[in-house]
């Protein structure tokens, strides 16, 4: 197994609502091509159509988790906070205590006419009453500030759980909303290999399906036949399912993932059946030719002119297969047995892999 190497399949805005997936249209966006059925088309456009939803809504779960993350460390911060507030009021609660029981102690409970008789002269009753008066003063500050302090405590509570109660609600939708679209993906999944296997089966290709492909912005003259991969069995190494040495490059997609033409040429041949099931050659300038093999189904003619980066099938499992992946190989003719290592070949392009 050779290192993993991801691309973004897709970068959508983080933004994006949740209202604008249950709005996506469910027509399908193919074409019926000449002598394939409708509902292949239509199928095969539903995958594609998901495939892209399910990269929206993996972006926002994603967003969503890290927003979670940070709302969590805020709620940690704000915990925090609330602690040094539950100590201050601790605090105000010890003083008023302490207060009181001054007062007590310095016959701030007499009454006034008790303090006038009591008083030794008018300089000592002054002295008594500015006394008492800032205790009084002192007492009613500390009640007030301690009122203030569990009114913001408690107004800083309600504040944090709600927060966290609206965060918590809105990542369990998105999970759900991504746990569906990937549900009702992986069913169409099985539905458009069950149909590769009939035409594998049958000798007969479909035909080719009509994608609405995203605009595509290449800057390159070449690029890896699919957009997010792991690299499987490489070129020259052993197994049992091969005669002699694995003759390209693996990659490991799912069922349904767009596979693109490595560079622009033409389509010498679609054919099904056989160990490489449904597959696709394309003859490059310089007389290079790449293969494209174990499809579920191909968006392209025999003879058809493709550019950079074209949708021209759709990976799958067919033929002799073990699991989804794409088997891709460079070959200086178009038939088995002319292949060169894909790897360094896309390399000295500008396309390292892995």
């Not at 595509?216 to 890896?224: A, G, K, L, R, Y």
């Not at 449904?278 to 025999?302: C, K, N, R, S, W």
Request: hydrophobic share 40%.
């Amino acid at each position: 197994m050779r290192p993993s190497r991801r691309h973004p399949l897709l970068v959508p805005a983080l933004l994006c609502a949740i209202a604008v997936l249950a709005a996506r249209p469910t027509d399908a966006v193919e074409k019926k091509a000449p002598g394939d059925g409708g509902t292949d088309a239509g199928l095969s456009a539903q995958v594609a159509r998901l495939y892209e939803d399910a990269a929206v809504a993996t972006q926002q779960y994603e967003a969503g988790r890290l927003e979670a993350e940070v709302q969590r460390a805020k709620a940690q911060r704000l915990e925090a906070l609330l602690d040094r507030e539950r100590r201050e009021i601790s605090v105000l609660h010890e003083d008023l205590g302490r207060i009181a029981r001054a007062q007590y102690r310095s016959g701030g409970d007499l009454p006034l006419t008790a303090q006038i008789i009591l008083a030794g002269s008018p300089e000592q009753l002054m002295r008594g009453q500015q006394a008492f008066s800032q205790t009084n003063l002192a007492v009613n500050n500390a009640i007030e500030k301690s009122r203030r302090a569990e009114a913001k405590l408690a107004a800083d509570e309600t504040e944090a759980a709600t927060a966290w109660q609206a965060l918590e609600k809105r990542n369990v939708e998105l999970a759900d909303l991504k746990t569906g679209i990937e549900q009702k993906l992986e069913e169409a999944r099985r539905q458009l290999q069950g149909q590769a296997d009939a035409s594998v089966a049958a000798g007969a290709c479909r035909g080719a399906v009509r994608l609405d492909q995203p605009a595509v912005q290449v800057t390159s003259p070449w690029v890896p036949p699919v957009e997010t991969y792991e690299l499987s069995a490489g070129f020259g190494s052993g197994g049992s399912r091969w005669a002699n040495r694995h003759t390209g490059q693996d990659f490991a997609v799912p069922i349904g993932t767009p596979v693109r033409s490595v560079g622009a040429g033409r389509v010498v041949s679609v054919s099904c059946g056989g160990a490489f099931g449904i597959q696709i050659v394309i003859e490059h300038a310089g007389g290079y030719y790449t293969q494209y093999a174990h499809l579920a189904a191909v968006t392209v003619d025999q003879g058809a002119q493709v550019t950079t980066g074209q949708w021209i099938g759709q990976s799958g499992t067919s033929g002799n297969s073990t699991g989804p992946h794409l088997h891709f190989e460079v070959r200086v003719t178009p038939e088995l047995g002319s292949g060169v290592d894909p790897v360094p070949w896309l390399a000295a392009r500008g396309v390292p892999l892995g």
